[in-house]
């Protein structure tokens, strides 16, 4: 227990100094919005749903007259759901409850794909 909480503090603190770096302006936003979709469902959906749920909430919001509408970035919200599926059970487990702990697990796993 004591080792899952050193490793969740080290991974909180790398992920907010890198949360600059993120690859893609949408990078934040899918990662937002997965965190969203992880504590409504309590992380039980597969990488589909997640992407499905993405895309839903990328469009949310935005008037269908809008004229800069979002574009959604299919390779870069598979990279952020890749992220999440790749954490072991506990820590998928442990994003649900608290979506801090959640963002960064999933920036941290983000930026150590290769």
């Known amino acids: 227990m004591?080792?899952?909480?050193?490793l969740t503090a080290l991974l909180a603190?790398?992920?907010f100094t890198h949360l600059a770096q993120a690859a893609?302006?949408?990078?934040d936003m899918y990662i937002n919005?997965?965190?969203e979709e992880i504590k409504a469902d309590g992380g039980k959906g597969d990488d589909d749903?997640?992407?499905d749920q993405l895309k839903v909430r990328s469009g949310a919001g935005?008037?269908?007259?809008?004229?800069?509408k979002p574009e959604f970035n299919d390779d870069e919200a598979e990279k952020v759901v890749d992220a999440f599926m790749d954490l072991d059970d506990d820590m998928r487990q442990s994003a649900v409850n608290d979506p801090a702990k959640c963002r960064a697990m999933i920036l941290s796993q983000y930026n150590n794909q290769g």
């Open 2 to 6: 004591r080792k899952l909480l050193v």
């Open 13 to 15: 603190a790398s992920s």
């Open 24 to 27: 893609d302006g949408h990078t």
């Open 33 to 35: 919005g997965l965190c």
């Open 49 to 51: 749903h997640y992407l």
């Open 62 to 68: 935005v008037s269908s007259s809008a004229m800069n």
